[in-house]
């Protein structure tokens, strides 16, 4: 236990578990610009990646629930995890109905497929700016 702290019960890392979350959104992201610029293989990372980001998801779910404060609203990270799920289902059902319609990838789906990655690495490196402001809300909780 942490002096000063001994009063306030146990919050857990709530951004951590979004970041985790956002980390196997990249991940299947690059995934899916990988496969939609050729790479065949890469369409089983994306089918994990999905799985694995569902796992984040409940996750952040959990610590949501047992979270005493957070950093952001949590109905905000709630948004932002159901976006995150949404991305990566998406990502996974593009490759799927691909495999049945068999259709390979053409170019300007690469292309989107690489913007739809770079978006997800921006959203990373933004969670990671976030600061957990040590339960404070407001403008004060980004310093």
């Known amino acids: 236990m942490t002096t000063g702290r001994w009063f306030l019960p146990h919050s857990p890392d709530v951004l951590g578990a979004l970041r985790?979350?956002?980390?196997?959104?990249?991940?299947?992201?690059d995934a899916l610009a990988r496969w939609a610029a050729g790479d065949e293989a890469a369409a089983e990372r994306v089918r994990e990646c999905e799985h694995l980001a569902?796992?984040?998801?409940?996750?952040?779910?959990?610590?949501?629930?047992?979270?005493?404060?957070?950093p952001l609203e949590p109905e905000d990270i709630f948004q932002l995890s159901t976006g995150l799920d949404r991305v990566m289902n998406a990502a996974k059902n593009?490759?799927?109905?691909?495999?049945?319609?068999?259709?390979?990838p053409d170019p300007p789906m690469a292309e989107l497929a690489a913007a739809l990655a770079e978006g997800t690495h921006h959203?990373?490196?933004?969670?990671a700016a976030l600061g957990d402001g040590g339960g404070r809300r407001g403008p004060a909780a980004f310093a």
């Open 20 to 29: 985790a979350q956002t980390a196997a959104t990249v991940d299947g992201l």
């Open 54 to 70: 569902d796992d984040r998801k409940r996750e952040l779910r959990a610590a949501l629930s047992e979270a005493f404060s957070t």
């Open 94 to 104: 593009i490759v799927r109905e691909a495999e049945v319609l068999e259709r390979r």
């Open 123 to 127: 959203l990373a490196e933004a969670f």
